[in-house]
């Protein structure tokens, strides 16, 4: 009798905890479904009052996010039938697909600085973790801080300095200049999250790989890097959220060759103003490869076993 009641109040709490988690997962899943289902709807429908739930599905606004139109006369129209399914649609407002949009180069920009600074962070931060962690180095708790507070600076205070600087050294609008900036500020989170991970990571390990003879690079790379794999793979996923949704910097420093998505999802402008269909599908696409890296690297967020597997 004494077990069961203890069993049953703890099963009961797990069933509480477990359907507040659910319910709190699908409401923050509400705006993200409504912008998915926005990407869906006509413009019409996407600003309509009462919002419209159920609505016929078009793909109007993923082609007007992927191309450039222009309006024709009607007896242009008559002349030149609609060569594919994405022409039909946009002549429904008598217009024709002239090109691409610059969606694409925008998103792929997003891509090569995001990424980049991610990998270019996780590099140096290891290191610079690894130092921290493993050496004494003077005034170590100083410089820690030191870091970090660069994390503290809010970006306008030295938006006009890296402005003038960026201007002077010709890295404005560069892809190298985006992923230096976006490296500067990430890799005080990387620094500090890294280290975390490898204080854990327990010394007798690696004395154990310098008396079988390796150097101390190659009980770095075979031995302290795969116990770390867990704290690389969180610290990589927070870098790149940061460097992919960052936009007070993209628009400052940024306007054609190095723009990225934030700053173009938000011009653009359709038949009768912002094209609200075409920006939630835009968002939407935004969303997908931050998604997709957060989930293949899902497995690593969770703490392994190997942590703390020895203690003095």
Known sequence: ??????????QRSKWVAGSLVIVYALITMIPLAWIMLTG???????????????FEPTLEGYVNLFTTRTRQTQDFLDANPPQNWADEIVREYDMVIVGPSKFGERFLNSVIIGFGSTFLSIFLGTLAAYAFSRFKIPLADDLLFFILSTRMMPPIAVAIPIFLMYRNLGLSDTHLGMILLYTAVNISLA??????????????YEEAALIDGYTRFQAFYKVVLPQAATGIASTAIF????????????VLL???TAQTAPPFIPTIIGVGGLDWPAVAAGATIFLLPVMIFTILLRKHLLRGITFGAVRK
Request: with cysteine; aromatic share 16%; glycine share 2%.
């Open 1 to 10: 009798m004494s077990a069961f009641s203890i069993t049953e109040p703890s």
């Open 40 to 54: 869906f709807k006509s413009p019409s429908d996407a600003i309509s009052y009462p919002p419209k739930v159920v």
């Open 191 to 204: 620094v500090w999250l890294l280290k975390g991970f490898i204080d854990e990571i327990p010394r007798e």
């Open 239 to 250: 870098c790149l959220i940061f460097a992919w949704n960052e936009y007070a910097f993209a």
């Open 254 to 256: 940024t306007s054609a």
